[in-house]
């Protein structure tokens, strides 16, 4: 073989060498930062594109939404209750230049200020806002957590604090709280009742004086379902108008009726 065919093919084969380097093809949900001797040129792609071999490096940034559990942290409460709280949070890369020079690492990064700010704000809260609250805190999370990866190009989307393990005295605690305001719940609709059964007797019985066959009719239908079971029930029906002559004749002192008392006199 001629030295001119081999350099002809040792050319090529640097030339697809070459090639092979310089051609670069990024997915839709990625990014490549290109470096140029050092400095940073800007992001490309998505797509097939060229870099200059040995004077460019490309760094490759995903801009997916990273769903990353913060591990379980024990906090102390305001009011003092020591609690195991363990969350859930979504981000994703908005600037692929920030999250490559801002920071060396913006999934670790964002994975630790997660977690101090978890410790921080539940310790500000007390367990009855983080048992009832559980939407204010999120945002609340997802609002101071956002603001510190913003100048990495980082946008914290969801923090959601997915379970609170309490001690086992506290749940018993809990237990016999909710026991009793069930408790003090079913005697004040008891003693509601109570009432509303008073006025609507009161205004039944005020109803019945003002109508006086109504009265009879209803004595005469308890009469009927009193003798409608088979007993020893003896009834002994006493009109009404007796009972009107015994008040009547009733003295408005309330003492019986007796002989007249004479009525001493002075003196001449």
């Known amino acids: 073989m001629s030295p001119e065919l081999v350099g002809i093919a040792f ?8 090639l092979a380097v ?3 093809v ?3 949900y990625e990014r490549g930062v290109i470096f140029r001797l ?5 992001a490309k792609g998505p797509g097939l594109f060229f870099i200059i071999p040995v004077v460019d490096r490309m760094v490759k940034v995903s801009l997916r939404t990273v769903t990353m559990d913060i591990p379980p ?3 102390i409460t305001k009011d003092n209750v020591t609690v195991r709280v363990n969350a859930v949070t979504y981000f994703n890369v908005v600037d692929p230049n920030r999250s490559v020079v801002a ?9 630790q200020i997660a977690q101090t700010t978890l410790r921080s704000i539940l310790g500000q809260v007390d367990l009855d806002e983080l048992l009832v609250n559980r939407d204010e805190i999120n945002q609340r999370l997802q609002r101071i957590i956002d603001d510190v990866t913003n100048p990495w190009g980082v946008k914290v989307t969801l923090v959601e604090v997915k379970d609170v393990e309490l001690p086992e005295t506290m749940r018993r605690a809990m237990a016999r709280q909710a026991e009793a305001e069930r408790d003090r719940r079913a005697k004040a ?3 509601k009742g109570e009432f509303e059964a008073a006025e609507t007797l009161a205004d039944a019985a005020r109803r019945l004086e003002g109508h006086p066959a109504a009265l009879h ?11 409608s079971e088979r007993n020893s029930t003896l009834i002994f029906p006493l009109p009404m108008e007796v009972l009107r002559l015994v008040d009547m004749l009733r003295p408005e002192d309330g003492r019986p009726p007796g002989p007249a008392r004479p009525v001493a006199q002075a003196p001449s």
Not at 103 to 111: A, L, M
């Open 26 to 28: 990024v997915p839709e």
């Open 103 to 111: 920071i060396e690492d913006h999934v670790k990064g964002t994975s």
């Open 73 to 75: 942290q024990d906090v």
């Open 11 to 18: 050319g090529a084969v640097v030339l697809l060498l070459l």
């Open 38 to 42: 050092g400095r940073i040129i800007g």
């Open 217 to 227: 009719l209803r004595i005469l239908s308890t009469m009927a379902e009193i003798s």
């Open 22 to 24: 310089s051609v670069k």
């Open 189 to 191: 609709i008891h003693a």
